[in-house]
């Protein structure tokens, strides 16, 4: 950074947006504020266009939207484009690169954490000719230096490379939940933060996220992560959303369901996973729907869409 490089906070300050307040203040940087006080396309690129050296932190949600909605952004005053909160698809990445050029960044933590878990870096973004290269986009990228990063089993030891576990991290963590000392001694044990993350650490020490251990999938004893699903569907060009859940079955204890923002039909997405992905990872079902639950953030509210899912099928 250098002196005049600006900041927008177009996410909340209280989330990742507000890690980059002091790093501005301290080398003489420019906070820039949205007038709407929220995420508006059209206004995010004015304030793009009228700003050099501008960065931002942002939901993969909004940087899809700049991608559709913002047609007058011009990219040469963009710093960085840093997405966090959730994973960005593949395919919303490689949109987001030819739209705005190599200015994108990833960064993967949360607030016990803060934001400092592991980092995507712009090179590996941009580096097209890397042989690796696509596979390096579906990671969060590589530990930051002041923390320790590992893949772990039931019994926190480590797991071999391309065995799944969860994700435990040590070094710059919290002390402890606020007065709830039980869920502190749950989070933080033998020395680690256990994230709740369910990963893998490929040949290169790139760590790639399955899911939220509490969104895997178990179906007929076979574990199922969602977001391979969701990668899958998001490559047909009539799907613009998926969030893809486990429904209680009798048969199978979950059955594989997705839920769908688009005008593909159904036999053509299950044609598109029985191409992709093994058949067992399909889902059984397809739900079409106008819009997924999402919080102000854009994240999509997966506990909110299972007890839909619920309430369509009279659980509740």
């Keep these: 950074m250098t002196p005049g490089d600006a900041i927008l906070h177009a996410a909340p300050m209280s989330h990742g947006s507000g890690l980059y307040i002091m790093q501005h203040v301290a080398r003489l940087g420019v906070q ?20 050099p050296r501008l960065s931002m932190f942002a939901a993969p949600t909004m940087i899809k939207r700049l991608v559709v909605c913002a047609a007058d952004l011009k990219p040469g005053n963009i710093r960085t484009l840093i997405w966090g909160g959730a994973p960005m698809y593949v395919e919303d990445v490689l949109a987001a690169l030819d739209r705005f050029g190599p200015r994108l960044a990833q960064i993967y933590g949360q607030g016990e954490a803060p934001m400092t878990i592991t980092t995507l870096s712009k090179q590996d973004i941009a580096d097209r000719a890397h042989p690796r290269w696509r596979d390096r ?24 490379q391309g065995e799944a576990g969860e994700i435990l991290c040590r070094g710059v963590v919290m002390a402890g939940y606020w007065q709830n000392p039980e869920a502190t001694a749950a989070s933080l044990r033998n020395g680690w933060l256990h994230t709740g993350d369910v990963g893998v650490y490929d040949a ?3 760590l790639h996220l399955k899911d939220r251990s509490k969104d895997l999938i178990i179906s007929g004893g076979s574990n199922i ?3 391979e699903v969701e990668e899958a569907l998001l490559t047909h060009a009539q799907v613009r959303e998926v969030s893809v859940i486990g429904r209680p079955d009798r048969d199978w204890g979950e059955a594989v369901v997705a839920y769908v923002v688009g005008e593909a039909s159904a036999a053509e997405l299950d044609a598109l996973c029985l191409s992709r992905i093994a058949r067992f990872k399909r889902p ?15 994240k999509i509210l997966k506990t ?9 099928a009279g659980r509740r």
């Design 32 to 51: 820039v504020v949205p007038e709407s006080g929220g995420f508006e396309p059209e206004e995010i690129a004015a304030l793009f266009n009228a700003w």
């Design 225 to 227: 992560y969602p977001r």
């Design 304 to 312: 909110e869409l299972r007890a839909m899912d619920a309430e369509k």
């Design 284 to 298: 059984k079902n397809y739900v079409f729907v106008d819009a997924l639950p999402k919080n102000n953030y854009g």
């Design 204 to 206: 290169e020490g790139y």
């Design 137 to 160: 986009l579906t990671s969060a990228g590589k530990p930051y230096s002041n923390v320790e990063v590992m893949v772990a089993d039931a019994q926190d030891r480590p797991v071999a």
